[in-house]
């Protein structure tokens, strides 16, 4: 009898834990529910609001109002509201509040909710007559290797400052095999690349503190003395790489400290947003992740819906938000990678397998699966939760294989 009470707790405490679990991914959903909102338009007496969406759980509600200046989303609302329920995929929604007075300016906000949970945005400021200006996005830069596209057995690097204004400059010719950006701080990883590189083929590891110089100098030669590095990722001054044994290095300040073995594994690829570190282990086929690449106490990550079941997967990290294409060639996203929920975005026009990717905020590029570097394309978009379908992609031209963007 004491066991079976035993039992009964047990599943008591399980469905507890389980229906806990239902309410934190419901509020996680309600936090991704209504994103980018922004006035688009107004008339003498309308004012309309835009935002992107998904993806959602079923029969999440949505409400646009507006109200006085000062109101709150709680207050009486003038005019007539527009509500409706939320699509489950990724969209783009636009609601028009009507009704409202002639020549005056109003708080608008957007609220959700789903059952007890609700999450209220805004206010987004209006003036009815008065067209809204939008709010750039100040564009990432990027940097690039195309493997020898002009020089058979070298690679070509460039950097396109900002990434769809600028050009493309060509920085130096050299066997590079991976590049990273940080700010205005690039680095380049010598050698072939390949994740089973010949231990005495070890790679030369050099940095620029001025990639917006006209001609970079990567004059800074970081120690790998012992270590065959096959992949790196720079954030700020820190510096992580995996070698060809599948361990991971890692140090705070590439300026003062050398590199330090900080995990062993079967890692391959790395991806680093200090202090926190993603990486990909490639014989047990799974994402690790740790919130201190210092002392990592490597996690595995939730990765439903992809296939890790090779190693041609690339992985990118900035702040909580996390980017992946996996063996199919498949991009994924997260806002927060240590609560994945996993979006498959759309792929770019005439393209169905991806590789490389890069993120940075929300910026991201990727680059498609062509064997012929002549032929491989990059595609970017400004911001990866406004992905709808194809269209959403810019191709910024470029036959790059390793790249790097990062906010200037």
């Known amino acids: ?38 006035v688009v338009n107004t008339t003498s007496t309308n004012v309309t609001v835009g935002f992107y969406t998904g993806p959602n759980l079923s029969k999440v509600e949505f409400l646009v109002s507006c109200g006085p200046v000062n109101s709150t989303c709680t207050d009486p609302s003038s005019g007539n509201d527009t509500a409706g329920v939320l699509p489950k995929a990724v969209s783009y929604i636009e609601a028009t509040v009507t009704g409202l007075a002639e020549n005056t300016t109003y708080w608008c906000y957007v609220s959700s909710s789903i059952g007890k949970v609700s999450k209220c945005q805004g206010p987004y400021v209006a003036t009815t007559g008065v067209s ?40 130096l010719i050299e066997d590079i095999s991976v590049v990273s950006l940080s700010g205005n701080t690039g680095a380049i990883l010598g050698g072939p690349p390949g994740r089973r590189r010949n231990l005495m083929a070890a790679a030369s590891l050099r940095i620029s503190a001025n990639m917006s ?120 996203y997260t806002p927060d990678i240590t609560a994945p929920i996993w979006t498959q975005i759309p792929f770019p026009p005439g393209i169905s397998v991806l590789k490389e990717v890069s993120l940075a905020g929300k910026q991201l590029v990727v680059v498609d699966s062509s064997l012929d570097p002549s032929g491989a394309s990059v595609w970017y978009v400004e911001d990866i939760t406004m992905v709808v379908d194809e269209n959403s992609w810019t191709s910024i031209g470029g036959a790059l294989r390793s790249v790097s963007i990062s906010e200037p």
């Open 213 to 332: 110089a006209q001609t970079p100098q990567f004059d800074t030669t970081i120690d790998t003395t012992g270590v065959s590095l096959v992949d790196i990722s720079l954030s700020g001054n820190a510096l992580a790489g995996v070698d060809f044994s599948g361990s991971l290095y890692y140090t705070s300040d590439y300026s003062t400290t050398n590199l330090s073995l900080v995990a062993q594994g079967n890692f391959s690829k790395v991806a680093l947003s200090d202090p926190s570190v993603l990486v990909f282990d490639d014989e047990e086929f799974s994402l690790n992740y740790s919130d201190d690449a210092e002392c990592p106490s490597l996690s595995p990550v939730n990765t439903t819906g992809m296939d890790l079941s090779s190693s041609d997967v690339y992985i990118s990290l900035s702040g909580a938000g996390a980017a992946v294409t996996d063996s199919n060639g498949t991009l994924f």
């Open 132 to 171: 809204p200006t939008p709010v750039p996005i100040p564009q990432a830069n990027l940097f690039g290797s195309n493997f020898g596209n002009n020089n058979p057995g070298a690679n070509e690097i460039f950097k396109k400052y900002p990434i769809v204004d600028g050009s493309y400059v060509s920085v």
């Open 1 to 38: 009898m004491r066991a079976l009470r035993v039992i009964t707790l047990f599943i008591l405490l399980s469905c507890a834990a389980l229906l806990a679990r239902g309410q934190e991914e419901s509020e996680d959903r309600i936090l991704l529910s209504v994103r980018k909102a922004a």
